[in-house]
């Protein structure tokens, strides 16, 4: 499967110039397999993406800007759809490809709401909604321990403040008194 990013080479929009370059730029960077097409100077690309991005997708005036990606001829998306998907970590689906092995790379929400087995989350999940909620209480605990520990740590320090405050104005009192006397 190859994408395919629709650009335009000679665009005069440094706003367009910019979003293509940081989608070209992503896909080089991480080695997915894309083909860049010029909408600018090659009528046949520019028709063909017209046609292909879907109405609900089109601007109000009917012409999508570039970049449009689509993988083969699946509609992936724009620049917004694409900035979206990289920033929730979940590029990979966004452009209908699997992970490379052993990412760390996020499911689609579609993706990560059935399960291998063909289950939806959610259903039969008794026992690991009781195993999470434990470990997220076990996590609760750590955290009240940790802030109660700065708080005693503010506190003594507070408390070491105030002493140190106290010994500071008995002797400016004992030296005021050898004065006095």
Not at 5 to 16: D, P, Q
Not at 95 to 101: C, E, I, Q, T
Not at 163 to 170: D, K
Request: aromatic share 6%; charged share 35%; glycine share 8%.
């Amino acid at each position: 499967m190859v994408i395919k990013v629709f650009v335009a080479t000679s665009s005069g929009s440094v706003a367009i110039r910019k979003k293509q370059q940081e989608v070209v730029g992503f896909l080089e960077a991480n080695k997915i397999d894309f083909k860049e097409l010029d909408i600018a100077g090659d009528e046949d690309n520019r028709k063909w993406m017209r046609e292909n991005v879907p109405g609900e997708k089109k601007p109000q005036n009917g012409i999508p800007l570039p970049p449009q990606i689509f993988n083969e001829e699946q509609y992936c998306g724009d620049f917004d759809s694409f900035f979206s998907a990289k920033e929730e970590n979940i590029i990979y689906s966004f452009l209908g490809l699997a992970p490379p092995p052993g990412s760390k790379v996020k499911k689609s929400p579609e993706e990560a709401s059935s399960l291998p087995n063909g289950d939806v989350v959610g259903e039969a999940q008794g026992t690991t909604e009781g195993t999470e909620k434990a470990e997220e209480s076990g996590e609760n605990e750590a955290q009240k321990e940790d802030n109660e520990d700065a708080g005693n740590l503010a506190e003594s320090q507070e408390k070491n403040e105030e002493e140190a405050e106290t010994a500071t104005e008995e002797t400016r009192m004992r030296k005021s008194r050898s004065i006095l006397h």
